[in-house]
């Protein structure tokens, strides 16, 4: 059935090192988006690309790097750049770059911890 | 300063009883006006999503108010089930055409029976 994906669901890494956050959606959405969320503040953005071969930074994209080689997919790589990795990473999509009133759909998170 | 305030930041309430989320922003102008549910350790889903228009949005047991002179919004909880126990997100969708949203912190809800 249709939806945005996230993969792994935990994912732990050795301080130092990158590592990739997976997410892909099978709805056909043009837009694309990447939030960091920590406990007790709201979902912040680190990258959005709103079609295929583009993307924008967000408001926290320091450590970070994305890429859209494909319309489905839209993958983050959390650089040994990030100090501070720790935190629940969310991945969403919406249908139309164009339009303002379409629903933003979330896959169901990557928790990344540094040890 | 943050542009989208929620409270109260949580409250627990007992099973069958209602409860109202406050909402209020400083985003002008917005497109919509969103709610979402997040389950621990999940992400966000949709309950209601409304244009600067519309005062008021159903779905199911939730009730969702905006009122765009005032900037405050509102979720409206009836006859609350222990699957209501989540944190409650309100959203608000930034500028025309490029669907930036600024997001509150959540209201935490506890369901207890």
């Known amino acids: 059935d249709g939806g945005i994906t996230q993969s792994p669901k935990y994912l732990f890494r050795k301080e130092g090192q990158n590592v990739t956050l997976s997410c892909e959606q099978n709805?056909?959405?043009?837009?694309m988006y990447w939030y960091r969320q920590d406990p007790g503040q709201g979902l912040r953005l680190i990258y959005y690309?709103?079609?295929?071969?583009?993307?924008q930074k967000g408001d926290i994209a320091e450590g970070y790097s994305v890429s859209r080689e494909k319309k489905e997919s839209f993958p983050l790589t959390v650089t040994s750049a990030q100090k501070n990795p720790t935190a629940f990473y969310l991945c969403a999509s919406s249908p139309d770059r164009g339009r303002v009133n379409t629903e933003a759909f979330f896959g169901q998170g990557t928790r990344l911890t540094v040890v | 300063k943050n542009q989208v305030e929620q409270s109260p930041q949580s409250l627990i309430i007992l099973e069958g009883k209602n409860c109202t989320l406050q909402c209020n922003y400083t985003v002008s102008p917005f497109s919509n006006l969103r709610w979402y549910k997040q389950d621990t350790g999940r992400g966000p889903v949709s309950l209601t999503i409304?244009?600067?228009?519309?005062n008021t949005k159903s779905n199911g047991r939730y009730t969702a108010t905006l009122d765009a002179d005032t900037k405050q919004s509102s979720l409206h909880i009836t006859a609350s089930q222990l699957s209501d126990s989540a944190s409650y997100i309100c959203?608000?969708?930034?500028?025309?055409?490029?669907?930036?949203?600024?997001f509150g912190k959540g209201n935490q809800v506890v369901v207890i029976p």
């Open positions: 709805l056909n959405h043009d837009a």
């Open positions: 690309s709103q079609i295929v071969n583009d993307f």
């Open positions: 959203v608000v969708s930034l500028s025309y055409g490029n669907n930036r949203l600024a």
């Open positions: 409304m244009t600067f228009s519309e």
